[in-house]
């Protein structure tokens, strides 16, 4: 999303459940965008998908400069 008003958040979730047979650990994959308003940033758009049973490795830090 390429606007001062926009911003895309990719992100690893981490989610711990406390089961009978102990604590399970689960990764979610998702995606919110939000939009800048005269109220502040609010979420416009929030997706999420099962991921891996273990994390995932960092591939890389985000650049700081978009163009």
Known sequence: ??????????????????????????????????LKTAQGWRLVAHHASPGTAVELPEVGDAPSVLH
């Open 1 to 34: 999303v390429l606007s001062p008003t926009t911003a895309m958040h990719n992100v690893l979730e981490r989610v711990d459940i406390v089961t009978s047979e102990g604590t399970q650990t689960a990764w979610v994959i998702a995606t919110n965008v939000y």
